[in-house]
C-alpha cells in the first residue's frame, strides 16, 4: 500500500523560501518518477515540478522555472520541493503524486496514481 505525505508548508513572505517534503513509503522513490502538484481555491489542480526515476532528469511548468527544484533522496525515501522567490500566486495546497508508471514525468494528473493529502502554502504581500 503506497502512502505519501507532505509536510513543510507555512505562511511566508512574498520573496521568502520554503522546503516541502514528500515522505513515501510501499514505493521505493530510487526506481520511480515522482511528481508535485498544486491547486489553490477555485482553480484546477495544476503540475508543478516532476523528476525521473534515477534523479537525472527534472520537468518543471513554466511558472515555477529557476525558482523551484525538485529532487530525491533516496536513502530516506523522500521527495523535496525547494521554492524560492515566492509569489502570492504559488499560494495554494501542494500535493505529492506517484505515477501508475514508473518512469512518467510528465504533467498530466491523470498519469499519477497515488496521492498523498496536501500541504497549504501561502504566500503574503
Known amino acids: 500500500q503506497v502512502q505519501l505525505v507532505e509536510s513543510g508548508g507555512d505562511l511566508v513572505q512574498v520573496g521568502g523560501s520554503l522546503r516541502l517534503s514528500c515522505a513515501a513509503s510501499?514505493?521505493?522513490?530510487?526506481?520511480?518518477?515522482m511528481g508535485w502538484f498544486r491547486q489553490a481555491p477555485g482553480k484546477e489542480r495544476e503540475f508543478v515540478a516532476a523528476?525521473?526515476?534515477?534523479?537525472?532528469?527534472?520537468n518543471y511548468a513554466g511558472s515555477v522555472k529557476g525558482r523551484f527544484t525538485i529532487s530525491k533522496d533516496n536513502a530516506g525515501n523522500t521527495v523535496y520541493l525547494q521554492m524560492n522567490s515566492l509569489k502570492p500566486e504559488d499560494t495554494a495546497v501542494y500535493y505529492c503524486?506517484?505515477?501508475?508508471?514508473?518512469?512518467?514525468?510528465?504533467?498530466?494528473?491523470?498519469?499519477?496514481?497515488?496521492w498523498g493529502q496536501g500541504t497549504q502554502v501561502t504566500v503574503s504581500s
Open positions: 503524486a506517484a505515477p501508475r508508471g514508473r518512469f512518467y514525468y510528465d504533467s498530466d494528473h491523470n498519469r499519477y496514481d497515488n
Open positions: 510501499g514505493l521505493p522513490v530510487s526506481s520511480y518518477a
Open positions: 523528476i525521473n526515476w534515477n534523479g537525472v532528469s527534472t
